[in-house]
Structures are given as C-alpha cells and as structure tokens.
C-alpha cells in the first residue's frame, strides 16, 4: 500500500441516503506517497479535479443538504451528467487508495454512482478514514472533543473558507491529513 497513490476524496450530496439521494459535487486530490526515512511519508500533490454532477431526481433532495452546500440551479446550469464525471473520477483515481473524512457516507455514494453508471471502480481496495485517524492520534488530547472536519480544522489551525463544497472540504482533508501523520 506504501506505493499507492491516495486518493482524498468529498462529495456533496442531495440528501444522506446513497439509495434516495445522490452526488452533486465531487473532488478528488490525488497525492504521491514519497518515503521519507523514520518520518512516514511526505505527500506531493499530483492533480486536483472536482466536478458539479447535474442531479437527476432533484425532487427527492433534502432541503436541508442543498442549502448546507450552496446547490442552486444557476451554478449547476453548466454541470456535467454523473457517468461522465464518473469516468474522469475511475481515470484519475485508479490504483489509489481512498482516504476520505466519514468514509462510510462517502464511500457509500461513490460506490453507488460507479454502480448506476456501469463505471468500473478500479482504485485499490485500501481506505482510510480521518476521523479514526484522528481518534486514535488525538485520543489523549483533552481539547480532541470533537471530530467532525470542521472540529478538527480548529484544532489543527487548517483554514477552510469554503466549507462544505467538495475541492474545499478535500483541500482541507489533505491539510488534516498531513498535520495527522506528520506528512507535511
């Protein structure tokens, strides 16, 4: 796994159920493992892509999770259909290992958008979840109350203006990422 690239990866997404809901915005930054003796790897950053996915059943959307990520149908007028972002995203990400903060929402969207696309997920079978991260490394840090990314972008002084859109978000992740294992 030391050889794979990573793959950090967010959505936004219409709602919090994969079988109802679906992606709306998705970012992935693919970084470079570079070995560094008794120190763990340093991350170099190869690409960065993100895509606004034009929903299909914008009537099942929550209220709720497009307002929290800024969906409007003016900034999505020129958004790409799911499959074609889906087979940029398998492109990109092939062979990587996916790190994502809350693995389970994340991983369980893009699972079901490779699969209702018929597009072949060929990123390594690897996944890392900063939140487990995050508690096994800060576990005794008293002020570690929290850890959900915004918390822990407090806590590790990572700025992320933007929250809740998916380069952001990811941006940010890398940030933690990093400042987590000491990848800088």
Known sequence: MKVHNLAFID???TGTDPNKHEIIELAVIIAKQVER???????EIIEEAEWKIKPQHI???EDEALRINGYNEVDWMFAV??????EEFAKKTQ?????????VFDYAFVSKAFEETGVENKMHYGKLDTISMALARLYDAPQA??????????????????????????RALVEVYKKIMGAH
């Not at 003796?37 to 991350?43: A, D, I, Q, T």
């Not at 062979?95 to 693995?103: P, R, Y």
């Open 145 to 170: 109350d929290k850890f959900s990314l915004r918390a822990l972008c407090e806590l590790l002084k990572v700025e992320n203006t933007k929250a809740h859109t998916a380069l952001a978000d990811t």
């Open 81 to 86: 259909d799911r499959k074609k972002a889906m």
């Open 59 to 61: 009537e099942t959307a």
């Open 11 to 13: 959505t936004e997404t």
């Open 95 to 103: 062979g990587a290992i996916f790190v994502s903060h809350n693995i």
């Open 37 to 43: 003796e008794g120190k763990g790897p340093r991350l």
